[in-house]
């Protein structure tokens, strides 16, 4: 098996052997390439950042934070994940076994029931069922904190991420990375791009992983492709096209369950499914396609267009939440499962116009941002389920599909036979225009306003009753800041904005929830050194949030938008170069996250009292890496290391049951052999620390990886 995996991953980078010899052949006329390069890549790489004009970070007034190519490959980060661990502000929420992306970014995260919303490029690409985000053809994190409905419209006001993808740079170049780690894991990536003439170039990033896992029986397969293609229309004009594929083989894992609000009973290794249920299939197939064109220096406007397919297919068996029906909390062993299939499948399409310019009058500078776009978001869900009868009824242990938590058995009994529960599809159309304007008043003080407005429309059909519910909205977001330069280095500004999300579903009338709305204040202070080698923030945030999904206190197995909840809290983050090659990196969060009003959890009717926390929130993260770059033997040699502390978090709404504070520790070191050709080795998780990334319930607890390690060999060109 470990030698097929190897060969696998061999394979993957063979295939890559013809991009890699015309790069090298191109090597003849590298002096030619080289003068060329520098000019296209201004041409290219220049694309705008939709959605948010051109500033510098001193000149807007919200935080952000960007976790760049050097940082995310100091880490070795894979996954999105990885990367987001890096952002103390971010947090890791329950992720649907394992199988999408889930965090909240200053104590908020969303619809539950679906991944976390992240944009590509701009475009909202975290809608539907690709599996967890690979970051092969990744190039950059960004995490635009604070509301930002005013451009992206509907959203969760703590703040959203962008993934910021690798584009051609119009040269020949490449790496080829192989990598074989703990855990019978190894995994080949290739990021290889060339030139066709002057006015083409051309980008392939693609990955193969084949792992194994510290859980019992559980493995994993994933691969994936992102091809780009840059072209030139003019002096002025550029487009851009880039796919995504990407299949993942990934069995459906609940994690582990504590015994009387006991974690740490059963090894963080036991596997609590059925292996014969096979894994569960995400799969994407999406287009991006950008089209920019400069007026003059000034002015100039970018049209895109962006689909994308999603699936997800497969069956579990897990852990019955439902205290009648759960022999667990009677006996302190044996565990009720549920059996469950999803067949989910999901389009998305938006398109989107925008003109971004700036002009003086007298003294005064003015920035402006206009834009409409469109989108249609189809989810389509068809779910099976199996379940045990109430404990009253005196079941057998195979129709509970029971299972002993300390001596577990697989396949002691046929898989049960599904029955229908969920066939819908739900249809979200949306139109919004937007604009931004912001004004240096003088010549340390400038004025941000702007406002997007949207025309929101969804219609849900039952397709098990033929019932079908619709239901419309309007809303206006506005968002108003200010920037005061305090010296060229530092700037002090404010921010207030709101948000909506629209709720999916209707109440015990037939009528649709009101959205979701939200208030955000946020305050701060950045610091750019002159240099541009060191940059730092500190903000100060106050979120509130109303119409919360809760359950329905008059009519039972109904739900109503009457929740509301607070966040409020304190970042700073710190990144640069504190000596020459030698690069500092600090993030760090308190984050107090609360329910304001009394009621009750939407899934299980369990009492929230006012002053209750979120869910998965810890008021305390901070992230720190090192990592020092110098020479030996004349050869680049860069090592480090990293801590990411996370305090404790509640781990099931309505109870005081709270997952544990961790702190982890990493370590690499990577040294360059001969010319282009690299070695590196991780560790992450060095002291064997036992923790736990997120929960959902005594019953869904995801444990954290042991200590494992990889080697990195690569070769660039």
Do not use: C
Request: aromatic letters at 10%; proline letters at 5%; zero cysteines.
């Amino acid at each position: 098996m470990t030698k097929s995996r190897a060969l696998l991953a061999l394979t993957l980078s063979g295939a890559a052997l013809p991009f890699i010899h015309a790069p090298l052949a191109a090597e003849d006329s590298a002096d030619t390439a080289s003068e060329s390069e520098t000019q296209d890549n201004i041409l290219i790489t220049a694309t705008r950042p939709a959605y948010r004009g051109e500033f510098e970070p001193l000149e807007v007034p919200q935080a952000e934070q960007v976790i760049g190519p050097q940082q995310l490959r100091d880490i070795n980060a894979l996954d999105l994940n990885s990367a987001l661990d890096l952002a103390a502000s971010v947090a890791r929420q329950n992720n649907f076994g394992g199988l999408w992306n889930s965090f909240a970014v200053r104590g908020f995260v969303g619809d539950e029931n679906l991944p976390s919303n992240y944009l590509v490029n701009g475009f909202n690409a975290g809608r539907g069922f690709a599996g967890p985000r690979d970051l092969s053809g990744i190039e950059a994190v960004e995490i635009l904190k604070g509301p930002r409905a005013a451009l992206f419209g509907r959203g969760e006001p703590g703040g959203t991420v962008n993934l910021v993808t690798k584009r051609p740079r119009f040269e020949s170049a490449g790496e080829i990375r192989l990598l074989a780690g703990s855990f019978d894991t190894y995994r080949a990536d290739a990021d290889l791009q060339t030139t066709l003439g002057d006015a083409v170039g051309v980008r392939f990033a693609g990955f193969y992983e084949d792992a194994g896992s510290f859980r019992d029986t559980v493995e994993t397969e994933r691969y994936g492709f992102m091809p780009s293609v840059a072209v030139k229309l003019g002096e002025a004009t550029r487009i851009v096209y880039e796919l995504e594929y990407a299949r993942q083989e990934v069995p459906f894992d609940r994690g582990v369950v504590a015994v009387n609000g006991q974690l740490g009973v059963i090894p963080r290794s036991r596997f609590l499914g059925e292996p014969g249920e096979g894994p569960n299939v995400a799969e994407v197939l999406g287009h991006q396609i950008e089209l920019q064109h400069d007026f003059n220096d000034n002015w100039s406007a970018l049209v895109g267009v962006n689909y994308r397919d999603t699936s997800l297919l497969g069956t579990s068996t897990e852990a019955e939440l439902t205290a009648s029906r759960q022999r667990l909390l009677r006996d302190g062993r044996t565990l009720t499962r549920q059996r469950r299939l999803r067949d989910y499948d999901a389009t998305y399409f938006v398109a989107r116009a925008e003109l971004a310019g700036n002009f003086t009058t007298g003294d005064v500078t003015h920035r402006v941002l206009i834009g409409a776009d469109t989108d249609r978001f189809e989810n389509d869900q068809v779910f099976l389920r199996a379940r045990g009868p109430t404990l009253a009824s005196n079941p057998t242990e195979q129709q509970l599909q029971a299972i002993d938590i300390f001596n577990p058995v697989y396949g002691r009994f046929p898989l049960a036979t599904l029955a229908p529960l969920t066939n819908q599809v739900e249809v979200q159309n949306a139109t919004g225009v937007y604009a931004q304007y912001q004004v240096g008043i003088s010549e340390t003080f400038e004025l941000r306003v702007g406002g997007r407005y949207d025309d929101y429309d969804q219609r849900l059909t039952n397709r098990a009753n033929g019932r079908v519910r619709e239901a419309g909205e309007n809303r206006f977001s506005p968002q108003v800041g200010a920037v005061w330069r305090a010296t060229p280095e530092i700037s002090i500004y404010a921010t207030y904005g709101e948000n909506y999300r629209p709720l999916s579903g209707a109440d015990f009338t037939g009528n649709p929830f009101d959205p979701n709305l939200s208030e955000s204040l946020e305050g701060g202070i950045k610091y750019a050194a002159a240099s541009g080698r060191l940059t730092a923030t500190a903000s100060v945030f106050s979120i509130q949030q109303g119409n919360i999904l809760v359950a329905d206190p008059v009519n039972a197995g109904f739900t109503v938008a009457g929740g509301e909840a607070q966040s409020r809290g304190f970042e700073f983050d710190l990144e640069g170069e504190l000596a020459p090659g030698l690069d500092l990196w600090v993030s760090y969060a308190y984050v107090d996250a609360e329910i304001e009003n009394d009621v009750a959890d939407p899934d299980f009717g369990k009492l929230i009292r006012a002053g209750d926390r979120l869910l998965n929130i810890p008021e305390h993260t901070l992230s720190v890496q090192l990592a020092y770059s110098t020479e030996v033997a004349g050869r680049d040699v860069r090592f480090g290391g990293g801590v990411l502390h996370v305090s404790e978090r509640l781990g099931e709404v309505g109870t005081t049951f709270e997952l544990p504070d961790y702190t982890l520790a990493r370590l690499f070191a990577e040294a360059e052999l001969t010319e282009g050709v690299r070695l590196r080795v991780d560790v992450d998780n060095l002291f064997d620390t036992t923790w736990y990334s997120n929960s959902f319930s005594q019953l869904w607890v995801q444990p954290g990886t042991p200590r494992n390690a990889r080697v990195i060999a690569s070769f660039a060109f």
